[in-house]
């Protein structure tokens, strides 16, 4: 799955922190804009407990995590629309991601300076967002030209397009995302065609103080954020993280990490949760294969037939595909055993139309 979720915000909100704690990839930290230039990319396991049940019941000699892509993508600022300083560059590495991830500054510290002078998570937000917005009314206005002149010799396609751009058009010169447009089933095709930048799903990351990790709900700036999104991209989840502290807690050891989660009041780090909730912004799902030589996760996008899936394996499985003999997780994780399964009759065997769930632990069998 070749799917990548890009990290943006004004320079100095703890991007770069918050990316070397989810990839200990080391991108460049500093405390002045445009620390990060080009855009840093690096692999993430995806947390799942699934695979350390899995393999109690069905012990392989190695466990495999899936992963998915981050990238790292420098500050933008005021103007970035219009290639204040170094816009143009940056709204086209947003382009090429696949969802946002909109870290926004949400603790105070004067040793840390930010852009506007001050700490203002609603003032960050609107900043990034109009600026998306105004690159993506600029390309709206430019297709509105050519369109019009083909819609006026009733073009079918033209015609239905300028529908769409019509309906785009107000929405974005008012500063607001083209996602919070309800698109019908024959537009939506015509949207994606546009590659707009506010049609990605975004996810907020409100960079909270450490004191406030047990508690984010504690923090003014994150009850800001929260009540902000409700409002103007209300199918946007924000989540509360302490960039910094994570980054920290990333480089213990496992018994020195489980004491101080355990020290400040938290069941578990708060990138598992952000990983988890940026693969499900990617419309992504796994599944599993288990027993002999490893028990493994692998990545599948929503929707995606059994052929396809077993396609992510080898192409070999996709081609030759004759079915697929499946049992969900909660079933083997319910009776215990793949016999305690068959005995219940939860053994499934799929075949070509089968669209595969989130949790299948899956043989495919394939004759090529």
Known sequence: ??????????????????????????????NYPFATIDPNVGMVEVPDQRLDRIQEIIPAKKIVHTTFEFTDIAGIVKGASKGEGLGNKFLENIRQVDAIVHVVRAFDDDNITTVSGKV???EDIETINLELSLADLESVEKRLTKVQRAAKGRDKDAVAELAVLEKLHPVLEAGKAARTIDFDESEMPIV????????????????????????????????EIKDYVAQEDPDAQVLGISAETEQEIAELEDDEKAEFLEAEGITEPGLNRL??????????QTFFTAGGKETRAWTFKKGMTAPQTAGVIHSDFERGFIRAET??????????SMQGVREAGRLRLEGKEYLVQDGDIIEFRFNV
């Not at 930048?197 to 047990?214: G, Q, R």
């Open 275 to 284: 990983i988890q909730a940026s693969y499900n912004l990617l419309g992504l």
């Open 192 to 223: 994606k065609g546009l590659f707009l930048l506010t049609t990605k799903p975004v996810l907020y990351v409100a960079n909270i103080a450490e004191d406030d990790m047990a508690d984010p709900e504690a923090s003014k700036y994150f009850k």
């Open 120 to 122: 203002d998570p609603i």
């Open 327 to 336: 049992v969900s997780f909660d079933d083997l994780d319910k009776y215990g």
């Open 1 to 30: 799955m070749a799917l990548t979720a890009g990290i943006v915000g004004l320079p100095n909100v703890g991007k770069s922190t918050l990316f070397n704690a989810i990839t200990k990839a080391g991108a460049e930290m500093a």
